[in-house]
């Protein structure tokens, strides 16, 4: 019943949003709720009315003015995502049917797959369905962009701690970004219908500090 805690700028703003809407959902509901409850109680029959301008004028203008509130602010959020701000690193991630493969073209053309560990192989301390062998390890506090495609069929790169969705398409290289503002794992799955084993193929980022990065990428 509600989002994951936010591990990003940009997935806080998200739940922003996600609550907004979802207090604006709940007064219209609750009105409609009202107006219709007391309908039962009605007993004023006007067989004589043909029309009314102003009540149709306030119940059509009312809701578009509401509405304006919702869309603004979803409109605030559709660019802000979109947003590419000058990345210190970038990976590549490359779906396949059915694992993950990722590049980090940055440094020393550091490339490996990642697959979901089997539940029959998974320690004690292993989430089932959710964890893989080769984890991808990303620095924290800093803008990180990703390029994702796919060799196969369509499928999409997906962390909701970080608010990061996109497909990945063959023949397509789909860019986005995110920032991590916390140490830590962050979970993700594919989260585009994309054959027998679409639900095997989990995403694992470790996010670290800087130099424990560096360190990462110059012992690889
Ligand atoms: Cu890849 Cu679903």
Not at 32 to 57: A, D, K, P, S, T
Not at 121 to 135: A, I
Not at 159 to 188: C, E, H, S, W
Not at 198 to 207: A, D, G, K, L
Request: some cysteine; overall charge negative; charged content about 15%.
């Amino acid at each position: 019943l509600g989002l994951q805690d936010s591990a990003s700028p940009l997935m806080e703003q998200l739940i922003f949003f996600h609550d907004h809407a979802l207090l604006i959902l709940v007064m219209i509901t609750v009105l409609v709720g009202y107006l219709m409850f007391m309908l039962f109680f009605n007993n004023y029959v006007n067989r004589f009315l043909l029309h009314g301008q102003l009540i149709e004028m306030i119940w059509t203008i009312l809701p578009a003015i509401i509405l304006l509130f919702i869309a603004f602010p979803s409109l605030r959020l559709l660019y802000l995502l979109d947003e590419i701000n000058e990345p210190s690193v970038t990976l590549k991630s490359i779906g396949h049917q059915w694992y993950w493969s990722y590049e980090y073209s940055d440094f020393n053309n550091i490339e490996f797959d990642s697959y979901m560990i089997p539940t029959n192989e998974l320690s004690t301390d292993g989430f089932r369905l959710l964890d893989v062998d080769n984890r991808i390890v990303l620095p924290m506090n800093s803008q990180i962009r990703i390029l994702v495609t796919a060799a196969d069929v369509i499928h999409s790169w997906t962390i909701p701690a970080l608010g990061v969705k996109v497909d990945g398409t063959p023949g397509r290289l789909n860019q986005t970004n995110f920032f991590m503002n916390r140490p830590g794992l962050f979970y993700g799955q594919c989260s585009e219908i994309c054959g027998a084993n679409h639900s095997f193929m989990p995403i694992v980022i470790e996010s670290v500090p800087t130099n424990y990065f560096i360190k990462w990428i110059s012992n690889n």
